[in-house]
């Protein structure tokens, strides 16, 4: 009998770790479900031969849906979670409205919660399944004017550590990925939130807006030194899904390392003196 070929749903595969991720997976002789939220990427993706759905993580019919095809087509089966998709809303707290912080949750944590709520029956069923959650190094480590993200991050971590504890015995393994600076379209979609959600000529933080803006003109995508190409991630993500015992956690890139470190062995006041200047 052929052995089953082993199939993965990714959220956020537009660009990025998500549709690095989906490229290499397929590679390697996975089964890719390759989800967007724009139907145009939807379109694009499946033109370049991935099995694709619309799933906006901040709309439950979309969830219910793509799930619902996504079955339809493995009869019932699912062996892998990659909650990949999310954006970040800059700005300082002090500026960020209810409904703006909302929004962020809807995306980062709610949705993917939701998302992975629907799949678990199907893991149970199956014996067995891999949920990796793409988190940050803002998942452990805050930094100023990056407060909404964080708190999403923080939230993620806190729940896969929990769900991983009472999955205990069920075969189905939860695993967090903790990138640094990665070049994607994140700090474009992060500029677009920003602009749309945040007070800038009116905010007590005008200044540091604005330099942040001219900073951003001229920087373009990249990340800074320390950034790595969204293939960096997708290493450790292979490693999450394939070895017969993933780590809880994997830290992608040299800062998330540091910063790691960092906690580990500097007072809260020293290192709350560094993260201030690490924005």
Same mark, same amino acid.
């Given at each position: 009998?052929?052995?089953i070929q082993k199939s993965i749903l990714i959220t956020g595969c537009s660009s990025g770790i998500g549709y690095a991720?989906?490229?290499t997976l397929r590679q !390697?002789?996975?089964r890719v479900f390759a989800t967007a939220r724009q139907p145009g990427d939807v379109a694009r993706l499946r033109g370049e031969g991935f099995e694709s759905f619309v799933l906006d993580l901040a709309d439950s019919e979309t969830i219910h849906e793509a799930v619902g095809q996504v079955l339809s087509l493995t009869q019932g089966r699912l062996e892998a979670l990659f909650n990949n998709g999310a954006y970040g809303q800059p700005g300082a707290m002090e500026d960020l409205s209810r409904e703006a912080l909302r929004r962020q949750f809807e995306t980062n944590l709610f949705g993917t919660h939701e998302?992975?709520?629907l799949l678990l029956p199907v893991m149970r069923r199956q014996g067995g399944g891999r949920v990796v959650q793409n988190s940050s190094i803002?998942?452990?480590v805050a930094l100023p004017y990056r407060g909404a993200y964080v708190a999403t991050k923080f939230a993620l971590e806190g729940l896969?550590?929990?769900? !991983?504890?009472?999955?205990?015995g069920s075969g189905i393994h939860f695993i967090i990925m903790q990138p640094g600076p990665i070049d994607t379209l994140f700090r474009a979609n992060a500029r677009k939130a920003f602009l749309e959600n945040i007070p800038i000529a009116?905010?007590?933080?005008t200044a540091k807006y604005d330099r942040w803006?001219?900073?951003d003109a001229t920087e373009g995508k990249s990340q800074g030194l320390f950034s790595l190409p969204a293939q960096a991630v997708v290493k450790k993500v292979i490693h999450a899904l394939e070895s017969p015992r993933p780590r809880l956690r994997y830290g992608v890139t040299f800062p998330t390392h540091v910063a790691a470190m960092l906690q580990r062995v500097l007072t809260q006041r020293m290192l709350e003196w560094l993260l201030r200047r690490w924005e």
């Open positions: 009998m052929a052995a991720s989906a490229n !390697r002789g996975w998302l992975t709520r803002l998942g452990f896969t550590q929990a769900m !991983r504890l009472e999955m205990q009116t905010s007590v933080h803006l001219r900073e």
